[in-house]
């Protein structure tokens, strides 16, 4: 209850800060994306193409067939405190070079407030750009990582990541094999009304006491044949 007495504090203090947004559509540059694994021959530094994108530049990487899921880390301007887009969409564009060999895993992941969050798309980018909007609201379905049984955050552990957020990573590879993964549009921008709707879902989390303790309910997607727009999932295992 501290804790969730700390945050709600800390969001009546954001009534005069001003919202915190954030965004990447790569015309000029890379701006400051890294890559998180095994790919690029372990630069960590995406490749940059001026043209390709959606539209435009985006930002790719090529996978170095060792092992293991690569993604691509967002820059300090995505660090902070974005507790305005609460209730807002984490959006974004992705694009593979194949969509044989399929496997799942972690999506997208956030980091902040000494938790992290993880979030399973579904549906694997195609071999033409696909767009992603991903619900920043503890019932979309994000789980608190490292939790067992796999569990949703509350709403003030959503609010406790978005507050204080310094990772931001989203997923590039989803082939097991050689693949290059292209990544363009990424946008964090607070939602209308965001501060009424953070309020709302803490004020719940205050008067039900609610607790990691709930499982969340992720029923397996119902996958697709691949096609161009979306890829279909078979399997758990990067190269």
Known sequence: MKAVAALLFSLAALTSAGAHAASSTFDVDDEGWTI?????????SPD???????????????????????????????????????????TFDLMQSS????????????????????????????????????????????????????????????MQVLSD??????????????????????????????LSLAAAGLALAVRGGRRRGAQLARAPATRQEPSPTGAAVSQRTAN
């Open 165 to 194: 957020l310094t990772d931001l990573q989203i997923r590039g590879e989803y082939r097991s094999g050689s693949d290059t993964g292209s990544l363009d549009n990424v946008a964090l921008i607070p939602a209308p009304g965001g």
């Open 48 to 90: 940059y193409l001026a043209a390709g994108g959606n539209p435009g530049g985006h930002i790719a990487a090529a996978d170095n067939v060792l092992g293991g899921t690569w993604y691509f880390q967002a820059p300090a301007k995505f660090h902070g405190d974005f507790s305005f887009a609460y209730g807002a969409d984490l």
């Open 36 to 44: 998180i694994g095994d790919a690029q021959s372990g630069t960590g």
């Open 99 to 158: 969509i044989s060999s399929q496997f799942d895993d972690e999506d997208v992941i956030l980091r902040g407030g000494g938790l992290f969050l993880t979030y399973d798309t579904s549906m694997n980018p195609g071999v033409a750009w696909t767009s992603y909007s991903v619900p920043l609201e503890e019932t979309a379905g994000w789980t608190v990582g490292g939790s067992s049984p796999a569990a949703a955050p509350t709403a003030a552990e959503m």
